[in-house]
């Protein structure tokens, strides 16, 4: 059995989180959040649900896409965060996910394709210079900060019984006391 390098571990693992991880949770949140919810927000400075969809599928599409795997950056930021005040259309959940989904599934079959020297190529993305790998770890923490914010809302426009659990608790319980 071959040995993987740290960085096939490290791209191996983004690709879960973004493949599977964040967009089931996502996806989750989704299914919670009540119809008619996807753009409230608690208040004009804060992100609706509907905001960080587009705004995840620009983050991933400019830092991977385009940052690490040259495609051009046609991203245009202010125009995720210009779309807050939008009506709820029907199917709109859905296009926005699958929208996301397409831009992860290009993303993670560019992580699979990637060789050292691209984690340790100098790159200039939206006026940061980091390298590869750098570009990379942004993504994933970003990425997880606006998840955190979204099964957040679902989870406070649901109510008490909004029935989001990630974890088994006495499984995490009852392996941590042995």
């Keep these: 059995m071959s040995e993987r390098s740290n960085s096939d571990l490290f791209l191996s693992r983004t690709s879960e989180y973004l493949g599977h991880t964040y967009p ?26 509907g905001t960080i969809l587009l705004h995840l599928e620009g983050n991933v599409r400019q830092w991977i896409l385009s940052g690490v795997g040259g495609e051009p950056d046609a991203r245009e930021r202010a125009r995720e965060f210009a779309n807050k005040h939008r009506g709820e259309e029907s199917g709109e959940r859905a296009e926005l996910l699958e929208r996301l989904r397409t831009t992860i599934r290009a ?19 939206q006026g940061f210079e980091v390298t590869g790998l750098e570009a990379i770890y942004h993504v994933v923490e970003h990425f997880s900060w606006h998840v955190g914010q979204a099964v957040w809302i679902a989870k406070a426009r649901a109510g008490i019984d909004h029935g989001i659990a990630f974890y088994d608790e006495d499984r995490v319980n009852r392996d941590r006391n042995g």
Excluded: K, M, Y
Aim: charged share 20%; proline share 7%.
């Design 24 to 49: 089931e949770r996502l996806t989750t949140a989704l299914a919670v959040l009540p119809e008619g919810e996807l753009w409230w927000q608690p208040h004009p400075g804060a992100l609706s649900v």
């Design 107 to 125: 993303a993670t079959e560019l992580l699979a394709s990637l060789r050292e020297d691209s984690l340790q190529a100098d790159l200039g993305i």
